[in-house]
């Protein structure tokens, strides 16, 4: 049996809280974003234009959407005979599951998958991330230096840093100090959430994590920090591209917005970059007579008869007659009906908003937006305050 360099393990079992109405029935990795991807598309595309063709996907919580949708790996080229992705539950022991701890819990239910391809080195990666990074750069620093762990970090915002496992570092990238999430942070050197670990360093600590009771068995709280203490060879390989932590609703509609305008700060038409997603096959879009469209992206099977700007919105999405829609991301499927008049929106897939509804007010911006939960159906005439939430299924009058 070949042994690999490195192999994947995305952790992807995150419920996602912070987006409310739409990680009610699906894991956060398998929310919409940009019109036709979803969230995974990401960590999973950069594997295979990093040349990494072995990734287990590591689920949890309501995990059939992206069991489904993950599937054979086959979008990605990762349905291989030996390698490819393979979707891992948590473990199933005689008394019944358990579910994952934390971060290095997860790694730890699932060291069977590490040995069963023998590699030298293990990249763990987050699935609710997005950005475009070739990890194969990261792995020959790695080597490089010899390391037993490498952190990709990016520099943020002063003023953010304290969400963030934050860092410092020598002129080499040896990595002086860690403390995950400070209330007063040292610096602005970030913790993306992507480790590169030697395998056997990182059995041997996920080991010694496991049998430590008042762990909370948790990479950035835990693993890193005992490492370091234990003069272990930490590097960080420091990312300088887009990335985006899209935790919340605010952060998923701007990273939404940034794939506007003529110059986008995201671009995904980078041919030499691509990011791969399952899509069905549908016909081209249309816009009617009546249809406007500007400063804003859609995909396929779309038809527009109303006026879109500065909006996103998915495949098979409608928008009839009359209908106004600013600001928004509109997800798969959904139909926007006759004369609505649409403000800072977000509609999940598989959405009716009726004819004459007002969704939004004049108190609406990007952290007053209006959440609709998917397969919903808003009646005619309905208004949405700012900010209002509308959970998945049913009707709101």
């Known amino acids: 049996m070949k042994k690999k360099k490195c192999i994947a393990m995305l ?28 969230i995974i598309d990401f960590t999973l595309s950069n594997c295979t234009n990093s040349g990494i063709d072995t990734v287990g996907v590591l689920t949890q919580y309501q995990p059939l959407v992206l069991n489904e949708y993950v599937g054979t790996g086959e979008p990605w080229d990762l349905d291989r005979s030996y390698g490819g992705v393979h979707t891992l539950p948590p473990y199933q022991a005689k008394a019944g599951g358990e579910w994952y701890k934390g971060t290095a819990n997860a790694i730890y239910q ?14 763990i990666l987050s699935g609710d991330h997005i950005y475009k ?18 952190i990709a970090v990016i520099d943020v915002p002063k003023d953010e840093a304290s969400r963030f496992g934050i860092m410092d570092f020598d002129k080499t990238g040896r990595i002086t100090s860690f403390e995950e999430k400070p209330k007063q942070p040292k610096s602005n050197h970030a913790s993306m959430g992507v480790y590169i670990f030697k395998k056997d360093v990182l059995v041997r600590e996920l080991i010694a994590d496991e049998a430590d009771k008042s762990s909370v068995n948790d990479f950035g709280k835990n693993i890193i920090p005992k ?62 007579e009546s249809g406007r469209f500007v400063n804003s992206v859609m995909t396929t099977g779309c038809e527009i008869y109303g006026t879109v700007i500065n909006s996103v919105i998915g495949e098979g999405v409608t928008v009839k007659a009359g209908a106004v829609v600013e600001n928004s991301v509109v997800m798969q499927g959904s139909v926007i009906g006759e004369n609505v008049r649409m403000n800072y929106g977000m509609v999940d897939e598989n959405v009716v908003i009726g004819k004459d509804s007002v969704i939004g007010d ?19 005439g309905s208004k949405l305050k700012a900010g209002e939430i509308v959970e998945n299924g049913g009707a709101k009058a």
């Not at 699932?110 to 990249?123: A, G, I, K, Q, W």
């Not at 911006?365 to 808003?378: A, E």
Request: charged content about 20%.
């Open 11 to 38: 952790l992807a079992g995150g419920q996602g809280t912070r987006l409310y109405a739409l990680t009610n029935n699906v894991a956060k990795p398998a929310v919409s974003y940009g019109a036709k991807y979803r």
């Open 110 to 123: 699932n060291m069977h998958f590490l040995d069963e391809y023998e590699s030298e080195n293990v990249l």
């Open 133 to 150: 990074m070739d990890y194969s750069k990261m792995l020959a620093e790695h080597i490089s230096h010899n390391a037993d762990c490498t």
């Open 227 to 288: 490492m370091l203490g234990a003069g272990c060879a930490l590097y960080a390989y420091s990312f300088s591209g887009y990335w985006k932590d899209v935790g919340t609703v605010t952060s998923l509609w701007e990273a939404n917005m940034d794939l506007l305008g003529d110059d986008p700060v995201f671009d995904l038409a980078d041919p030499s970059f691509k990011i791969y997603s399952r899509n069905e096959p549908l016909p081209p879009s249309y816009i009617g």
């Open 362 to 380: 004049e108190t609406s911006d990007k952290m007053h937006i209006t959440l609709i939960g998917r397969n919903t159906v808003i009646r005619d």
